[in-house]
Structure formats: C-alpha cells, structure tokens
C-alpha cells in the first residue's frame, strides 16, 4: 500500500476515534525522534494545530540534539508545546530503601511522563496519544504504564520500517530519519543495541513470524540464525501480559480470565 494511502487511513482514523470519544485535543509527548515527530505530524492534519499539544519531558540522559529536533518540530507544526524536565520528579525515588538498577530507573521515567502526560489532558479534556509503532509492541518493548500507557496508537500498526517511509512521505526533517533510534533512558543507550537485533532484523523476522505465518524453521532458513530466532520469540512470549488487561481470578474457581472475555 502506498505511503501516501497509509497516511490518509491513519488521519481518517484519528478523526473518528476522537470524534466517538467526544474530544478535540491531543497531548503527546515529543522526545525528537521519528516516532513522535510522525504521530505530532499526524495529529495535527487530524485535528488541526490548535487542537495538538506537545511535551518535551527530557531528563539528564536526554541530549541537547534530541531535545532541539523536538522543539523544531513543534515550532515547525505551530503547536503549543512546553518543555518540562523530570529529574525534579525523578530524584526523590533515589531514597527508597531497597536497590534499584538501571532498568527500574529507566522505567521510572517513564512512568513519571506518563504521570505528567495525563496531569495535562486532564487539565485540557485531551486524549494521551501513544507513539509505539508495531515492532515495539510486539516485543513488548515498552514500559508497562509508563509510554505503554496511553489512550490511541497511531503507528501501532505499522512496523518500523513503514514508520521510516511514512516519515519520508511527511517531510520529517532528515537528521530525525537518520538518527539511531533511542528512548534515552541512559546515557549511551539505543534502541537496537538494547534488543541485540537491528530494527531491519527484527521487522524482517516479526512479520515472517505474524504476518506469513512462517515456522522458526522457514525463517532460519531465509538466514537469519537460530538464536537470533529463538531471542525474538522469547521476547514476543515474555511481555505478552503488556498488552492484555491484568488477569482477574474468578472467585468460585481456580482460573484465570480476560476481563475482556466474556
């Protein structure tokens, strides 16, 4: 499907999910990176600038690079946007009497602008948009109820390497296509370094898996390594509970239900 036919589904789509939760205004947040520069572009053909407010949540690992492609973004768009470090917010957890690590600190973060992010569209009547694209949900590479938690995913559907080419046919600006992917969560951090598998792997291998319906064995076969394989399935498996809603036990029996189920 083209580009151009993706685009005009997701801005149609955007348009009717606001419109059936009786709102008009979007609160995202803006890290500098081209998933949210594609989801701020979207948004704002769906709903008009007016109606799309960005925030700039940056932290002491977040680069002087990230944080200016952010703003010239929202200033490109012509959206209101604010820009608000977390370290303020984040620095008071460092007293909790039990160890931490990088990944409960990388997750706290992330928490804490979702926090912020709903503070704002409840002050507004907006909606928290989500800017995970496929790939990410599908590994579960997102923090459960920290940028996992949100009201609509726009890129949700499409894998990474459709988000690039969306990005391409919105004019992001070429330094944000080119950047490495990185949630920033520490310094040095990058997306694909963290997963062990470049983005172009992993789309390769996610969408032989899901959407072909290939075996392990047929996707080794196209020449991808076993382990590489076996890494990618036992991510899929591992954080398959962030993306149900928790379990609920039934109290007149010893199992397990979605509540989602009826």
């Known amino acids: 499907?083209?580009?151009?036919?993706?685009?005009?589904?997701?801005?149609?789509?955007?348009?009717?999910?606001?419109?059936r939760s009786g709102k008009t205004r979007a609160v995202l947040g803006l890290s500098g990176g081209i998933d949210s520069a594609v989801v701020a572009v979207l948004l704002?053909?769906?709903?008009?600038?007016?109606?799309?407010?960005?925030?700039?949540?940056?932290t002491p690992s977040s680069s002087a690079a990230n944080l200016a492609d952010a703003r010239a973004v929202a200033k490109q768009l012509g959206v209101r946007h604010f820009i608000q470090p977390i370290y303020a917010?984040?620095?008071?957890?460092?007293?909790?009497?039990?160890?931490q690590t990088k990944i409960t600190t990388a997750?706290?973060?992330?928490?804490?602008?979702?926090?912020?992010?709903?503070?704002?569209?409840?002050t507004r009547n907006a909606l928290v948009v989500g800017t995970g694209n496929r790939t990410e949900l599908m590994l579960g590479y997102f923090t459960k109820y920290g940028d996992g938690a949100v009201d609509l995913l726009?890129?949700?559907?499409?894998?990474?390497?459709?988000?690039?080419?969306?990005?391409?046919?919105l004019k992001v600006p070429a330094p944000i296509l080119e950047k490495a992917p990185t949630a920033e969560?520490?310094?040095?951090?990058?997306?694909?370094?963290?997963?062990?598998?470049?983005y172009t792997?992993?789309?390769?291998?996610?969408s032989a898996?899901?959407?072909?319906?290939?075996?392990?064995?047929?996707?080794?076969?196209?020449?991808?390594?076993?382990?590489?394989?076996?890494?990618?399935?036992?991510?899929?498996?591992?954080?398959?509970?962030?993306?149900?809603?928790?379990?609920?036990?039934?109290?007149?029996?010893?199992y397990v239900f979605n509540p989602t189920q009826q």
């Open 209 to 254: 898996l899901f959407d072909r319906q290939a075996s392990p064995k047929q996707v080794i076969q196209e020449g991808f390594s076993r382990r590489q394989v076996e890494k990618v399935l036992a991510r899929v498996k591992a954080n398959q509970h962030k993306a149900v809603p928790p379990p609920i036990i039934a109290p007149n029996d010893s």
């Open 185 to 198: 969560l520490w310094p040095g951090q990058t997306d694909e370094r963290e997963l062990g598998l470049s």
């Open 1 to 19: 499907m083209p580009m151009s036919t993706t685009r005009k589904h997701i801005v149609k789509g955007i348009k009717e999910y606001f419109r």
């Open 154 to 169: 726009p890129i949700g559907g499409l894998w990474k390497r459709e988000v690039r080419a969306l990005a391409r046919e």
């Open 44 to 58: 704002v053909q769906a709903l008009g600038k007016k109606n799309v407010t960005c925030l700039l949540l940056p």
């Open 89 to 99: 917010f984040t620095k008071p957890f460092t007293r909790l009497p039990w160890k």
């Open 107 to 122: 997750n706290l973060k992330a928490r804490i602008r979702a926090t912020i992010l709903y503070h704002y569209a409840n």
């Open 201 to 206: 792997q992993l789309d390769a291998i996610l």
